[in-house]
């Protein structure tokens, strides 16, 4: 009998269970990981709700924090035993898409190299991370060793959340004193407040209806804060930019409303920077969209993957630029992750992140 583990099971739309599986057998570039923290994400959240189709029976998770315990032959430079992430984005670094910097789209050996959203693999293709142990293909591309100091509540953002937000606030090509506003500040909106603030922003305007989280938004660099529950934001975002616009609009929701929000405020050549993840067909409206003659940039953005991305965002957690701890509203053990899936999905007591202690 092959030794077991517990894992969190996709089982039908509506249902994720704990169950147990085998622990995974690693290949020669693979690693063990043995899960010591992860969290559930917005994206676990539409897969429990069908909305993102997997295959049934498949462990659920993208955000790994642990121990390595076992390395693949092939696999140097790290040591059994030492802590560890990887990125929710683990790409092969050997395919065509991501030799021409497209490691999120990575296409495997497919003859022309590409995949939407390929390099997303754990929970998606592969069994992920919220699990006792979580098998690392490409390990020497994906594992990153956690500096000593950080404990892992401190690095749980790093794999998505972090590297996402950033992400958005990369894509839009902030400038040093850019007018930013950034709709909806759960996690990643979150993370893309605090992105703009380190690229520079001038002046940061964070939309949201709960007072929780706008106030954390002040703390991620937020100048200003819209509650669109009383406001009506498009127009005060213009008066506050005397009608010209944003320079950068960052749509972290992925809702029609906030799509059409964000191109309505956005500035003649500005850059819309999307990152929610649609579950239904977008409408542009003409008359924000300048009938396509706008000069506008509408761009999408899958995190950043690989071992180098996770050192960097870690090295801004290690050297104090960037505090993440209030995002962790809510702990749970891994065993009771259904109840975590109830609280977190229907966005009760103030949740923002959930820790999953495992091990």
């Avoid at 599986?21 to 709700?49: F, Q, S, W, Y």
């Avoid at 006792?132 to 490409?138: A, G, I, K, N, T």
């Avoid at 591309?141 to 509540?153: F, M």
């Avoid at 972290?252 to 500005?270: C, D, H, I, M, Y």
Wanted: proline share 5%.
């Amino acid at each position: 009998m092959p030794a077991m583990m517990k894992a969190a099971i996709f089982v039908e739309p509506g249902r994720i269970e704990i169950d147990d599986k085998p622990i995974p057998e690693i290949g020669p570039n693979d690693a063990l990981m043995r899960v010591t923290t992860t969290t559930i994400c917005g994206t676990d959240v539409h897969i429990l709700k069908g909305e993102y189709p997997v295959e049934r029976g498949l462990t659920i998770g993208h955000e790994p924090v642990g121990v390595i315990e076992k390395l693949g032959a092939n696999v140097q430079g790290y040591q059994e035993g030492q802590r560890v992430i990887a990125g929710a984005i683990c790409p092969s670094f050997t395919s065509y898409g991501c030799q021409n910097g497209c490691a999120s789209q990575d296409g495997g050996h497919h003859s022309h190299g590409y995949k939407p959203m390929g390099g997303w693999r754990f929970g998606n293709t592969i069994d992920g991370a919220q699990a006792e142990y979580l098998l690392v293909p490409d390990a020497q591309a994906n594992l990153s060793p956690v500096p000593d100091g950080l404990t892992d509540e401190q690095v749980l953002m790093c794999p998505d959340i972090m590297s996402t937000g950033f992400a958005g606030a990369e894509a839009g090509g902030i400038k040093i004193g850019d007018t930013v506003v950034v709709f909806a500040q759960g996690p990643i909106g979150l993370c893309a407040t605090a992105g703009a603030r380190l690229r520079g922003a001038g002046m940061i305007i964070a939309v949201d209806g709960v007072d929780e989280r706008l106030a954390i938004a002040k703390q991620m660099g937020a100048d200003v804060t819209l509650d669109f529950r009383k406001v009506d934001v498009v127009d005060e975002i213009l008066k506050l930019t005397g009608g010209r616009g944003v320079d950068v609009a960052i749509e972290a929701l992925g809702l029609q409303q906030t799509f059409e929000s964000a191109l309505r405020v956005l500035k003649p050549g500005g850059t819309l920077s999307s990152l929610g993840v649609y579950s239904e067909d977008l409408t542009i409206p003409l008359g924000a969209f300048c009938a396509g003659l706008g000069d506008h940039k509408i761009i999408t953005s899958l995190c950043p993957g690989g071992k180098e991305r996770m050192r960097r965002l870690m090295s801004i957690i290690a050297a104090g630029r960037l505090d993440l701890g209030p995002m962790v509203t809510h702990r749970y053990a891994l065993e009771n992750i259904v109840d975590a899936y109830d609280l977190f999905s229907h966005q009760r007591d103030g949740v923002l992140k959930v820790a999953l202690e495992v091990s």
